[in-house]
T-cell receptor, first 115, second 113 residues
């Protein structure tokens, strides 16, 4: 197991386009988190899955954002009608059931640039 | 209520010196406090974490000091090395809830050789 994998690593898109990111967590980790990190800031929580259930969403996750985790394995984060303010690093993390955030493992992120 | 305030924003230390980064939190529901290390182009990596029932935790050259009454905690890096040059984030979380983390804004540490 090579850790949390995110794809693509970089994405440049025009304003108004839709983008989708993928996260493959560490196998056996049933918890999956999405965070957003802008330049010079710490990561900000977006949403959280336990298995396939999306249990919490931040107010940061506007109606243009949607996340899924079908079958409790990989997860996708889609942003519709992208705006320049969406430019950020999107980080995925996973953890085993009983370790929780104490044992987060982050991926290397997807850097989104909206032009 | 949810903020974690981190200082300094940047820190320059000579090799072999002690690096100290401070954080303060507001949410008394937080029950664990991890520190993450992030290198450019990489995701944050867990460095060390502490729970509020202890005042200090040490792992190798890294030590967390925790002051529950002041709602403050700090990271000390002893014998700082150039390879420690990275951005460090403190965070607070509540394992009884969603276990989401609230991060500080980060401290960019530079260790000069």
């Amino acid at each position: 197991d090579t850790g949390v994998s995110q794809d693509p690593r970089h994405k440049i898109t025009k304003r108004g386009q839709n983008v989708t990111f993928r996260c493959d967590p560490i196998s056996e980790h049933n918890r999956l988190y999405w965070y957003r990190q802008t330049l010079g800031q710490g990561p900000e929580f977006l949403t959280y899955f336990q298995n396939e259930a999306q249990l919490e969403k931040s107010r940061l996750l506007s109606d243009r954002f949607s996340a899924e985790r079908p079958k409790g394995s990989f997860s996708t984060l889609e942003i519709q009608r992208t705006e320049q303010g969406d430019s950020a690093m999107y980080l995925c993390a996973s953890s085993p059931k009983f370790t929780g955030s104490y044992g987060y493992t982050f991926g290397s992120g997807t850097r989104l640039t909206v032009v | 209520q949810q903020q974690v305030k981190q200082s300094p924003q940047s820190l320059i230390v000579q090799k072999g010196g002690i690096s100290i980064i401070n954080c303060a939190y507001e949410n008394t529901a937080f029950d664990y406090f991890p520190w993450y290390q992030q290198f450019p182009g990489k995701g944050p990596a867990l460095l060390i974490a502490i729970r509020p029932d202890v005042s200090e935790k040490k792992e190798g050259r890294f030590t967390i000091s925790f002051n529950k009454s002041a709602k403050q905690f700090s990271l000390h890096i002893m014998d700082s090395q150039p390879g420690d040059s990275a951005t460090y984030f403190c965070a607070g979380g509540n394992q009884g809830g969603s276990e989401k983390l609230v991060f500080g804004k980060g401290t960019k540490l530079t260790v000069n050789p």
